[in-house]
């Protein structure tokens, strides 16, 4: 519903020579309109009502669409900084596959890739080592 204050307000601006315009969603018939009142000279005025309900939905779209883009975007800029924090040359140790961090202190992997990303880890024997080491109890 349209509050009267608005088509007086209209009504002032149009009869003292100025123009105005109002959006306002009109609910029996499910639309958005447009109004615009005019004085084309003094004591006449004329209104306007144009359907922009199609305009509406195309600009909730767009701003919509917008805004997905730009947090999908700001996504896109985490995960960049994220891979060029892992992306440098990583001191690794050839023995215990412990990282050497900046400060000369080592840490392990699963430290390391934990603090570096979002991933989580646990501990399993993969097929070959599960072979090599029950070979290594049974024969000794």
Sequence with gaps: MIPINNFN???RAATQNTNCNL???????NRWYKLFSFSPKTGICAFLFIDITDQRINQEFLEKTLKDARERNSQLLEAE???EQISKVIPLCTYCNSIKKENDHWETIEDFLSRNSKNKFTHS???KCSKLELND???H
């Design 9 to 11: 307000t209209q009504g």
């Design 81 to 83: 900084k994220s891979l």
């Design 137 to 139: 109890l049974i024969f």
């Design 125 to 127: 024997i993969c097929p």
């Design 23 to 29: 959006e306002f969603f009109f609910p029996y018939t």
